[in-house]
Protein backbone atom coordinates (compact mmCIF):
# COMPACT_ATOMS: atom_id res chain seq x y z
CA UNK A 1 0.00 0.00 0.00
CA UNK A 2 1.40 3.55 -1.27
CA UNK A 3 0.47 5.84 1.52
CA UNK A 4 1.25 8.85 -0.69
CA UNK A 5 1.02 7.95 -4.30
CA UNK A 6 2.41 11.83 -4.97
CA UNK A 7 0.29 13.92 -7.70
CA UNK A 8 -0.23 12.93 -10.78
CA UNK A 9 1.53 13.98 -14.77
CA UNK A 10 -1.97 14.85 -16.38
CA UNK A 11 -5.85 14.50 -16.60
CA UNK A 12 -6.44 14.30 -19.85
CA UNK A 13 -7.36 10.30 -20.99
CA UNK A 14 -5.02 8.44 -23.45
CA UNK A 15 -7.68 6.32 -24.97
CA UNK A 16 -10.80 7.77 -25.84
CA UNK A 17 -14.29 6.23 -26.96
CA UNK A 18 -17.27 3.97 -25.84
CA UNK A 19 -16.56 1.28 -23.57
CA UNK A 20 -18.40 -2.22 -25.01
CA UNK A 21 -21.26 -3.46 -23.18
CA UNK A 22 -19.40 -7.34 -23.48
CA UNK A 23 -16.13 -8.43 -24.09
CA UNK A 24 -14.52 -11.58 -23.62
CA UNK A 25 -12.11 -10.48 -21.09
CA UNK A 26 -11.72 -7.35 -18.80
CA UNK A 27 -8.36 -6.86 -17.40
CA UNK A 28 -8.89 -4.40 -13.72
CA UNK A 29 -5.33 -2.68 -13.79
CA UNK A 30 -2.65 -1.51 -16.28
CA UNK A 31 0.51 -1.95 -14.83
CA UNK A 32 2.84 -4.97 -15.73
CA UNK A 33 0.77 -7.55 -14.90
CA UNK A 34 -2.38 -6.26 -16.82
CA UNK A 35 -0.91 -5.05 -19.46
CA UNK A 36 0.81 -8.43 -20.55
CA UNK A 37 -2.38 -10.29 -20.02
CA UNK A 38 -4.69 -8.04 -22.00
CA UNK A 39 -1.78 -7.67 -24.98
CA UNK A 40 -1.59 -11.51 -25.16
CA UNK A 41 -5.61 -11.91 -24.95
CA UNK A 42 -6.40 -9.22 -27.53
CA UNK A 43 -3.36 -10.74 -30.04
CA UNK A 44 -5.32 -13.65 -30.17
CA UNK A 45 -8.16 -12.23 -31.21
CA UNK A 46 -10.15 -12.09 -28.24
CA UNK A 47 -12.47 -8.89 -27.60
CA UNK A 48 -10.22 -7.01 -24.59
CA UNK A 49 -10.82 -4.04 -22.17
CA UNK A 50 -8.08 -3.01 -20.09
CA UNK A 51 -9.10 -0.13 -17.66
CA UNK A 52 -7.09 2.10 -15.11
CA UNK A 53 -8.06 4.52 -12.74
CA UNK A 54 -5.18 6.37 -12.87
CA UNK A 55 -4.39 8.84 -15.83
CA UNK A 56 -0.94 6.80 -18.48
CA UNK A 57 1.54 7.67 -17.95
CA UNK A 58 1.50 7.45 -14.06
CA UNK A 59 4.33 7.42 -11.35
CA UNK A 60 4.96 4.06 -10.30
CA UNK A 61 7.98 2.48 -7.57
CA UNK A 62 9.68 -0.66 -8.56
CA UNK A 63 12.69 0.40 -11.16
CA UNK A 64 15.31 -2.42 -10.65
CA UNK A 65 14.39 -5.34 -13.14
CA UNK A 66 15.48 -8.88 -12.75
CA UNK A 67 17.27 -10.28 -16.23
CA UNK A 68 14.45 -13.02 -16.83
CA UNK A 69 11.73 -10.28 -17.40
CA UNK A 70 13.53 -10.34 -21.16
CA UNK A 71 11.32 -13.18 -22.18
CA UNK A 72 7.92 -11.55 -21.56
CA UNK A 73 9.37 -8.30 -23.10
CA UNK A 74 10.66 -10.57 -26.26
CA UNK A 75 7.43 -12.22 -26.52
CA UNK A 76 5.13 -8.51 -26.30
CA UNK A 77 7.37 -7.10 -29.11
CA UNK A 78 8.92 -4.47 -26.71
CA UNK A 79 12.25 -4.42 -26.99
CA UNK A 80 13.12 -2.18 -29.82
CA UNK A 81 11.14 0.42 -28.06
CA UNK A 82 13.31 -0.09 -24.76
CA UNK A 83 16.53 0.87 -27.02
CA UNK A 84 14.33 3.91 -27.86
CA UNK A 85 13.47 4.81 -24.89
CA UNK A 86 17.10 4.20 -23.70
CA UNK A 87 16.72 2.94 -19.89
CA UNK A 88 19.34 2.45 -18.13
CA UNK A 89 21.10 -0.68 -18.51
CA UNK A 90 21.40 -3.01 -15.51
CA UNK A 91 24.14 -5.13 -15.09
CA UNK A 92 24.17 -6.67 -12.04
CA UNK A 93 23.73 -6.13 -8.35
CA UNK A 94 26.36 -4.91 -5.62
CA UNK A 95 25.82 -5.13 -1.66
CA UNK A 96 27.46 -2.84 0.46
CA UNK A 97 27.90 -3.71 4.32
CA UNK A 98 26.50 -1.67 7.21
CA UNK A 99 30.30 -0.73 7.97
CA UNK A 100 30.17 0.82 4.21
CA UNK A 101 32.44 -2.33 2.19
CA UNK A 102 31.25 -2.62 -0.85
CA UNK A 103 31.78 -5.87 -2.88
CA UNK A 104 32.78 -6.01 -6.39
CA UNK A 105 29.50 -6.46 -8.52
CA UNK A 106 27.89 -9.53 -8.86
CA UNK A 107 27.76 -9.66 -13.18
CA UNK A 108 24.78 -11.50 -14.48
CA UNK A 109 26.73 -12.44 -17.33
CA UNK A 110 29.49 -13.90 -15.81
CA UNK A 111 27.61 -16.81 -15.13
CA UNK A 112 25.80 -17.45 -18.04
CA UNK A 113 26.47 -14.63 -20.97
CA UNK A 114 23.90 -14.34 -23.06
CA UNK A 115 21.31 -11.20 -23.86
CA UNK A 116 18.61 -11.48 -21.10
CA UNK A 117 21.94 -11.31 -19.04
CA UNK A 118 21.60 -7.46 -19.32
CA UNK A 119 18.68 -6.25 -17.93
CA UNK A 120 17.15 -2.52 -17.24
CA UNK A 121 16.41 0.08 -14.53
CA UNK A 122 13.05 1.80 -15.51
CA UNK A 123 10.88 4.83 -15.35
CA UNK A 124 7.92 3.05 -14.40
CA UNK A 125 5.55 5.44 -15.93
CA UNK A 126 7.24 4.98 -19.14
CA UNK A 127 7.46 1.18 -19.11
CA UNK A 128 3.76 0.50 -17.56
CA UNK A 129 2.40 3.29 -20.76
CA UNK A 130 4.51 1.44 -23.39
CA UNK A 131 2.63 -1.48 -21.92
CA UNK A 132 -0.28 -0.26 -22.17
CA UNK A 133 0.32 1.28 -25.70
CA UNK A 134 1.03 -2.24 -26.85
CA UNK A 135 -2.18 -4.13 -25.31
CA UNK A 136 -4.26 -1.20 -27.44
CA UNK A 137 -2.16 -2.17 -30.42
CA UNK A 138 -2.63 -6.06 -30.55
CA UNK A 139 -6.14 -5.22 -30.37
CA UNK A 140 -7.18 -4.16 -26.75
CA UNK A 141 -9.71 -1.55 -25.91
CA UNK A 142 -7.41 0.40 -23.41
CA UNK A 143 -8.86 3.20 -20.93
CA UNK A 144 -7.08 5.12 -18.92
CA UNK A 145 -9.05 7.48 -16.09
CA UNK A 146 -11.34 4.79 -15.89
CA UNK A 147 -12.33 3.22 -12.17
CA UNK A 148 -13.84 -0.43 -10.96
CA UNK A 149 -16.34 0.84 -8.83
CA UNK A 150 -17.53 -2.62 -8.02
CA UNK A 151 -17.76 -5.94 -9.74
CA UNK A 152 -20.33 -9.22 -9.37
CA UNK A 153 -19.10 -12.71 -9.87
CA UNK A 154 -21.46 -14.63 -12.01
CA UNK A 155 -24.74 -12.63 -10.67
CA UNK A 156 -27.11 -14.32 -13.06
CA UNK A 157 -25.73 -17.95 -12.88
CA UNK A 158 -24.63 -17.75 -16.45
CA UNK A 159 -20.69 -17.27 -16.34
CA UNK A 160 -20.34 -14.11 -16.67
CA UNK A 161 -19.35 -11.50 -14.90
CA UNK A 162 -20.86 -7.49 -14.28
CA UNK A 163 -17.87 -4.80 -14.11
CA UNK A 164 -19.26 -1.36 -13.10
CA UNK A 165 -16.70 1.26 -14.57
CA UNK A 166 -16.65 4.50 -14.21
CA UNK A 167 -15.43 6.52 -17.13
CA UNK A 168 -13.25 9.94 -17.14
CA UNK A 169 -16.73 12.07 -17.47
CA UNK A 170 -18.25 10.75 -14.30
CA UNK A 171 -20.78 8.57 -16.11
CA UNK A 172 -20.89 5.27 -14.99
CA UNK A 173 -21.54 2.02 -16.52
CA UNK A 174 -22.22 -2.19 -16.25
CA UNK A 175 -20.18 -3.87 -18.82
CA UNK A 176 -19.98 -7.53 -19.04
CA UNK A 177 -17.28 -10.47 -19.49
CA UNK A 178 -16.68 -14.17 -19.56
CA UNK A 179 -13.44 -13.85 -17.89
CA UNK A 180 -12.44 -10.83 -15.46
CA UNK A 181 -8.49 -10.44 -14.50
CA UNK A 182 -7.31 -8.88 -11.21
CA UNK A 183 -4.33 -6.93 -11.90
CA UNK A 184 -5.22 -4.07 -9.69
CA UNK A 185 -1.58 -4.67 -7.99
CA UNK A 186 -1.87 -3.71 -4.20
CA UNK A 187 -5.30 -3.35 -4.51
CA UNK A 188 -6.00 -6.82 -4.56
CA UNK A 189 -9.86 -6.08 -5.40
CA UNK A 190 -11.05 -9.64 -5.82
CA UNK A 191 -8.72 -11.54 -3.15
CA UNK A 192 -9.49 -8.70 -0.53
CA UNK A 193 -13.49 -8.94 -1.77
CA UNK A 194 -12.83 -12.86 -1.14
CA UNK A 195 -11.33 -12.36 1.92
CA UNK A 196 -8.30 -13.96 0.49
CA UNK A 197 -4.99 -11.83 1.51
CA UNK A 198 -2.82 -13.37 4.03
CA UNK A 199 -0.36 -10.78 4.87
CA UNK A 200 3.28 -12.72 5.71
CA UNK A 201 3.80 -12.29 9.77
CA UNK A 202 6.89 -12.35 8.79
CA UNK A 203 7.56 -9.57 6.48
CA UNK A 204 6.04 -6.57 7.88
CA UNK A 205 8.51 -4.22 6.57
CA UNK A 206 7.57 -0.45 5.19
CA UNK A 207 10.03 1.61 2.79
CA UNK A 208 10.57 5.61 2.32
CA UNK A 209 11.91 6.59 -1.07
CA UNK A 210 12.81 9.64 -2.97
CA UNK A 211 15.13 10.55 -5.87
CA UNK A 212 17.71 12.71 -5.64
CA UNK A 213 19.64 14.36 -8.64
CA UNK A 214 23.84 14.66 -8.39
CA UNK A 215 24.40 11.16 -6.18
CA UNK A 216 27.04 9.09 -7.14
CA UNK A 217 26.70 7.18 -10.48
CA UNK A 218 29.19 4.66 -11.80
CA UNK A 219 31.81 6.90 -13.92
CA UNK A 220 30.81 5.70 -17.45
CA UNK A 221 27.11 6.21 -16.57
CA UNK A 222 25.79 3.07 -17.64
CA UNK A 223 25.54 0.40 -17.60
CA UNK A 224 24.78 0.71 -14.16
CA UNK A 225 24.22 -1.96 -10.61
CA UNK A 226 21.06 -2.06 -8.79
CA UNK A 227 23.04 -1.64 -4.93
CA UNK A 228 21.70 -3.00 -1.68
CA UNK A 229 22.99 -1.27 1.41
CA UNK A 230 22.87 -1.75 4.66
CA UNK A 231 22.63 0.64 7.31
CA UNK A 232 25.06 0.17 10.31
CA UNK A 233 23.24 -2.10 12.66
CA UNK A 234 21.49 -4.10 9.76
CA UNK A 235 17.84 -3.45 10.66
CA UNK A 236 17.19 -1.64 7.89
CA UNK A 237 18.92 -1.43 4.23
CA UNK A 238 19.31 0.89 1.03
CA UNK A 239 17.90 -0.05 -2.36
CA UNK A 240 20.12 2.69 -4.93
CA UNK A 241 18.28 2.62 -8.68
CA UNK A 242 20.34 4.94 -11.03
CA UNK A 243 18.01 5.97 -13.66
CA UNK A 244 18.15 7.60 -17.29
CA UNK A 245 16.57 10.62 -16.31
CA UNK A 246 20.15 11.27 -14.31
CA UNK A 247 18.05 10.74 -10.91
CA UNK A 248 18.95 7.99 -8.43
CA UNK A 249 15.73 6.63 -6.67
CA UNK A 250 16.77 5.50 -3.11
CA UNK A 251 14.81 3.52 -0.73
CA UNK A 252 14.97 2.41 2.77
CA UNK A 253 13.33 -0.45 3.80
CA UNK A 254 13.16 -2.22 7.30
CA UNK A 255 10.68 -3.65 9.79
CA UNK A 256 7.21 -1.38 9.74
CA UNK A 257 7.02 -0.34 13.13
CA UNK A 258 11.37 0.03 13.12
CA UNK A 259 10.76 2.59 10.16
CA UNK A 260 7.17 4.22 10.87
CA UNK A 261 6.95 4.05 14.70
CA UNK A 262 10.06 5.64 15.74
CA UNK A 263 8.32 9.20 16.93
CA UNK A 264 10.26 10.64 13.70
CA UNK A 265 8.29 11.93 10.51
CA UNK A 266 9.17 9.86 7.32
CA UNK A 267 11.31 12.78 6.15
CA UNK A 268 13.59 12.65 9.44
CA UNK A 269 13.56 9.09 9.70
CA UNK A 270 14.62 8.99 6.27
CA UNK A 271 17.80 11.28 7.15
CA UNK A 272 18.64 9.61 10.55
CA UNK A 273 18.75 5.99 8.58
CA UNK A 274 20.96 7.74 5.49
CA UNK A 275 23.35 9.00 8.72
CA UNK A 276 23.43 5.32 9.82
CA UNK A 277 24.46 3.67 6.00
CA UNK A 278 27.84 4.64 5.31
CA UNK A 279 27.28 3.28 1.44
CA UNK A 280 24.32 5.82 1.24
CA UNK A 281 26.08 8.74 3.15
CA UNK A 282 28.57 8.49 0.26
CA UNK A 283 26.79 8.63 -2.28
CA UNK A 284 24.52 11.14 -1.63
CA UNK A 285 27.15 13.42 -0.38
CA UNK A 286 26.54 15.95 -2.97
CA UNK A 287 22.81 15.44 -3.94
CA UNK A 288 19.79 17.27 -3.73
CA UNK A 289 16.29 15.66 -3.15
CA UNK A 290 13.86 16.24 -6.29
CA UNK A 291 10.40 14.92 -4.74
CA UNK A 292 8.34 14.67 -1.59
CA UNK A 293 9.77 11.04 0.08
CA UNK A 294 6.93 8.83 -0.62
CA UNK A 295 5.94 5.70 1.80
CA UNK A 296 4.69 2.55 1.34
CA UNK A 297 4.02 -0.20 4.02
CA UNK A 298 1.90 -3.65 4.76
CA UNK A 299 3.38 -4.73 1.00
CA UNK A 300 4.15 -8.66 1.58
CA UNK A 301 0.98 -11.00 1.58
CA UNK A 302 -0.10 -13.82 -0.40
CA UNK A 303 -3.02 -15.56 -1.41
CA UNK A 304 -5.47 -18.25 -0.47
CA UNK A 305 -6.64 -18.56 -3.86
CA UNK A 306 -5.40 -17.61 -6.99
CA UNK A 307 -8.53 -18.63 -9.88
CA UNK A 308 -12.05 -19.32 -9.74
CA UNK A 309 -14.81 -19.76 -12.47
CA UNK A 310 -14.34 -17.11 -15.07
CA UNK A 311 -11.58 -15.24 -13.24
CA UNK A 312 -7.85 -15.40 -12.27
CA UNK A 313 -5.25 -13.36 -10.26
CA UNK A 314 -1.87 -11.60 -11.19
CA UNK A 315 1.02 -9.96 -10.48
CA UNK A 316 0.53 -7.95 -6.69
CA UNK A 317 -2.67 -9.04 -6.67
CA UNK A 318 -1.89 -12.75 -6.64
CA UNK A 319 0.83 -11.87 -4.08
CA UNK A 320 3.93 -9.80 -3.30
CA UNK A 321 7.02 -10.46 -1.57
CA UNK A 322 9.83 -8.03 -1.01
CA UNK A 323 11.38 -5.44 -2.70
CA UNK A 324 14.75 -6.70 -1.98
CA UNK A 325 15.47 -8.91 -4.94
CA UNK A 326 13.44 -6.98 -7.54
CA UNK A 327 11.23 -9.75 -8.36
CA UNK A 328 7.74 -7.69 -8.34
CA UNK A 329 7.54 -6.62 -12.26
CA UNK A 330 9.46 -9.88 -12.76
CA UNK A 331 6.68 -11.76 -11.26
CA UNK A 332 3.95 -9.56 -12.49
CA UNK A 333 4.68 -9.99 -16.12
CA UNK A 334 5.18 -13.83 -15.66
CA UNK A 335 2.17 -14.26 -14.29
CA UNK A 336 0.43 -11.78 -16.50
CA UNK A 337 1.80 -14.23 -19.55
CA UNK A 338 0.93 -17.28 -17.89
CA UNK A 339 -2.61 -16.60 -17.01
CA UNK A 340 -3.22 -15.14 -20.43
CA UNK A 341 -1.64 -18.02 -21.84
CA UNK A 342 -4.71 -19.94 -19.72
CA UNK A 343 -7.61 -17.54 -20.52
CA UNK A 344 -6.87 -18.02 -24.46
CA UNK A 345 -7.11 -21.70 -24.75
CA UNK A 346 -9.84 -21.60 -21.87
CA UNK A 347 -11.92 -19.24 -24.45
CA UNK A 348 -11.10 -21.52 -27.21
CA UNK A 349 -12.18 -24.64 -25.63
CA UNK A 350 -14.99 -22.94 -23.97
CA UNK A 351 -13.71 -23.99 -21.10
CA UNK A 352 -13.59 -21.06 -18.04
CA UNK A 353 -13.82 -23.18 -14.92
CA UNK A 354 -11.12 -22.49 -11.90
CA UNK A 355 -8.80 -25.18 -12.87
CA UNK A 356 -8.23 -23.82 -16.35
CA UNK A 357 -7.44 -20.26 -15.42
CA UNK A 358 -4.98 -21.34 -12.70
CA UNK A 359 -3.53 -24.30 -14.49
CA UNK A 360 -0.13 -22.63 -14.54
CA UNK A 361 0.10 -21.50 -10.60
CA UNK A 362 1.03 -24.79 -9.02
CA UNK A 363 4.23 -24.55 -11.19
CA UNK A 364 4.18 -20.27 -10.49
CA UNK A 365 4.44 -20.83 -6.98
CA UNK A 366 6.68 -23.68 -6.35
CA UNK A 367 9.11 -20.99 -8.35
CA UNK A 368 7.91 -17.85 -5.96
CA UNK A 369 8.61 -20.12 -3.19
CA UNK A 370 11.97 -20.28 -3.64
CA UNK A 371 12.46 -16.22 -3.88
CA UNK A 372 10.47 -16.13 -0.86
CA UNK A 373 12.94 -18.23 0.69
CA UNK A 374 15.86 -16.59 -0.26
CA UNK A 375 14.10 -13.30 1.03
CA UNK A 376 13.68 -14.97 4.68
CA UNK A 377 17.45 -15.79 4.74
CA UNK A 378 17.71 -11.93 3.84
CA UNK A 379 16.03 -10.98 7.02
CA UNK A 380 17.79 -13.30 9.16
CA UNK A 381 20.68 -12.29 11.24
CA UNK A 382 22.50 -15.81 11.66
CA UNK A 383 22.42 -15.39 7.51
CA UNK A 384 25.53 -14.47 5.28
CA UNK A 385 25.82 -15.43 1.41
CA UNK A 386 29.33 -15.02 1.54
CA UNK A 387 29.85 -17.65 5.13
CA UNK A 388 27.63 -20.19 3.16
CA UNK A 389 29.03 -20.00 -0.35
CA UNK A 390 32.60 -20.35 1.13
CA UNK A 391 31.27 -23.19 2.05
CA UNK A 392 29.59 -24.75 -0.96
CA UNK A 393 30.64 -22.87 -3.86
CA UNK A 394 29.30 -25.51 -5.50
CA UNK A 395 25.74 -23.45 -5.41
CA UNK A 396 27.01 -20.22 -6.83
CA UNK A 397 25.28 -20.53 -10.29
CA UNK A 398 22.17 -22.14 -8.57
CA UNK A 399 21.90 -18.37 -6.52
CA UNK A 400 22.55 -17.22 -9.54
CA UNK A 401 19.80 -18.12 -10.88
CA UNK A 402 17.43 -17.45 -8.25
CA UNK A 403 18.91 -13.65 -8.94
CA UNK A 404 18.47 -13.53 -12.29
CA UNK A 405 14.86 -14.88 -11.76
CA UNK A 406 15.44 -18.17 -13.53
CA UNK A 407 13.11 -20.05 -10.82
CA UNK A 408 10.69 -21.96 -13.31
CA UNK A 409 12.95 -24.73 -14.82
CA UNK A 410 15.63 -27.20 -13.51
CA UNK A 411 16.29 -27.32 -10.09
CA UNK A 412 16.53 -23.78 -7.81
CA UNK A 413 15.75 -25.14 -5.27
CA UNK A 414 18.65 -27.48 -4.91
CA UNK A 415 20.17 -24.87 -2.86
CA UNK A 416 17.83 -25.01 -0.15
CA UNK A 417 19.25 -28.92 0.50
CA UNK A 418 22.41 -27.58 2.27
CA UNK A 419 21.02 -23.75 3.03
CA UNK A 420 18.19 -24.96 5.31
CA UNK A 421 20.48 -27.40 7.20
CA UNK A 422 23.26 -24.61 7.74
CA UNK A 423 20.51 -21.94 8.54
CA UNK A 424 19.13 -24.05 11.28
CA UNK A 425 23.27 -25.10 12.58
CA UNK A 426 24.01 -21.08 12.44
CA UNK A 427 20.97 -20.54 14.20
CA UNK A 428 21.71 -23.07 16.55
CA UNK A 429 25.43 -21.84 16.94
CA UNK A 430 23.93 -18.25 18.11
CA UNK A 431 26.74 -17.04 14.86
CA UNK A 432 25.38 -13.27 14.56
CA UNK A 433 26.38 -11.63 10.71
CA UNK A 434 23.52 -9.04 11.78
CA UNK A 435 26.26 -6.17 11.87
CA UNK A 436 29.25 -6.20 9.21
CA UNK A 437 27.96 -9.95 7.87
CA UNK A 438 31.38 -10.89 8.89
CA UNK A 439 32.61 -10.60 5.00
CA UNK A 440 32.65 -14.19 5.05
CA UNK A 441 36.68 -14.73 4.28
CA UNK A 442 37.69 -14.59 0.86
CA UNK A 443 37.52 -17.86 -1.50
CA UNK A 444 37.99 -17.66 -5.18
CA UNK A 445 35.57 -19.85 -6.17
CA UNK A 446 33.05 -17.34 -4.47
CA UNK A 447 31.26 -14.04 -6.44
CA UNK A 448 32.66 -11.36 -4.08
CA UNK A 449 29.03 -9.75 -4.33
CA UNK A 450 28.41 -12.71 -2.19
CA UNK A 451 31.00 -11.61 0.49
CA UNK A 452 28.46 -9.35 2.39
C1 LIG B 1 8.70 -0.20 -1.79
C2 LIG B 1 8.64 -1.06 -3.01
C3 LIG B 1 9.73 -1.13 -3.86
C4 LIG B 1 9.67 -1.96 -5.01
N1 LIG B 1 10.75 -2.05 -5.84
C5 LIG B 1 10.72 -2.90 -6.89
C6 LIG B 1 11.82 -3.04 -7.78
O1 LIG B 1 12.85 -2.39 -7.64
N2 LIG B 1 11.70 -3.93 -8.82
C7 LIG B 1 10.56 -4.65 -9.02
O2 LIG B 1 10.53 -5.45 -9.96
N3 LIG B 1 9.49 -4.52 -8.22
C8 LIG B 1 9.53 -3.67 -7.18
N4 LIG B 1 8.43 -3.52 -6.39
C9 LIG B 1 7.22 -4.25 -6.72
C10 LIG B 1 6.48 -3.68 -7.94
O3 LIG B 1 6.19 -2.32 -7.71
C11 LIG B 1 5.18 -4.47 -8.14
O4 LIG B 1 5.42 -5.83 -7.93
C12 LIG B 1 4.60 -4.28 -9.55
O5 LIG B 1 4.29 -2.94 -9.80
C13 LIG B 1 3.34 -5.14 -9.71
O6 LIG B 1 2.75 -4.90 -10.96
P1 LIG B 1 1.17 -5.14 -11.15
O7 LIG B 1 0.93 -5.01 -12.60
O8 LIG B 1 0.76 -6.36 -10.46
O9 LIG B 1 0.48 -3.95 -10.35
P2 LIG B 1 0.67 -2.38 -10.41
O10 LIG B 1 1.89 -2.02 -11.16
O11 LIG B 1 0.55 -1.90 -9.01
O12 LIG B 1 -0.58 -1.88 -11.25
C14 LIG B 1 -1.88 -1.99 -10.73
C15 LIG B 1 -2.74 -0.95 -11.41
O13 LIG B 1 -4.10 -1.16 -11.00
C16 LIG B 1 -4.75 0.08 -10.98
N5 LIG B 1 -5.96 0.00 -10.17
C17 LIG B 1 -6.06 -0.30 -8.86
N6 LIG B 1 -7.34 -0.24 -8.46
C18 LIG B 1 -8.07 0.09 -9.55
C19 LIG B 1 -9.46 0.31 -9.78
N7 LIG B 1 -10.37 0.23 -8.79
N8 LIG B 1 -9.87 0.65 -11.02
C20 LIG B 1 -8.98 0.75 -12.05
N9 LIG B 1 -7.64 0.55 -11.87
C21 LIG B 1 -7.20 0.23 -10.64
C22 LIG B 1 -3.70 1.01 -10.39
O14 LIG B 1 -3.94 2.37 -10.73
C23 LIG B 1 -2.41 0.47 -11.01
O15 LIG B 1 -2.01 1.22 -12.15
C24 LIG B 1 8.48 -2.70 -5.27
C25 LIG B 1 7.39 -2.60 -4.41
C26 LIG B 1 7.46 -1.81 -3.29
C27 LIG B 1 6.27 -1.74 -2.37
Known sequence: ???????????????????????????????????????????????????????????????????????????????????????????????????????????????????????????????????????????????????????????????????????????????????????????ALIANRLGLVNVDPKLKKAAIWGYFSDAARNPVIEPEVTCILHTEDKLAWFWYIPLSDGRVSVGAVGDNDYLLKSGMSPEDRFEWLRRRCPGVLKRLESATLTTPLRVAKEFSYTTSRRAGDGWVLVGDAYGFIDPVYSSGVYLALKSGEWAADAIVEGLRTNDLSAQQLGRWTPQFDQGVHWIRKLVHAFYCNEFSFGAFMKEYPQYGPNLTDLLIGKVFEGEPGRIFDDLDPWMEKSIALGRDCSLTDPMAPRDENVPDAFLC
Not at 42 to 49: C, D, E, I, P, S
Not at 64 to 89: C, H, K, N, Q
Open 1 to 187: MVLDPGPQAKSQPRMTGSVQPQYDCIVMGAGPGGGTVASLVAQQGWKTLLVDRDPMPRFHVGESLMPETYWTFERLGVLEDFRRIAFTRKYGVQFVSGDGKESRAFVFSEHEPRASAMTWHVERAELDCLLFDTAAKHGADCRDLTRIIDFQLNPNGDGKHSVNVQLPDGSRHHVWTKVLVDASGQQ
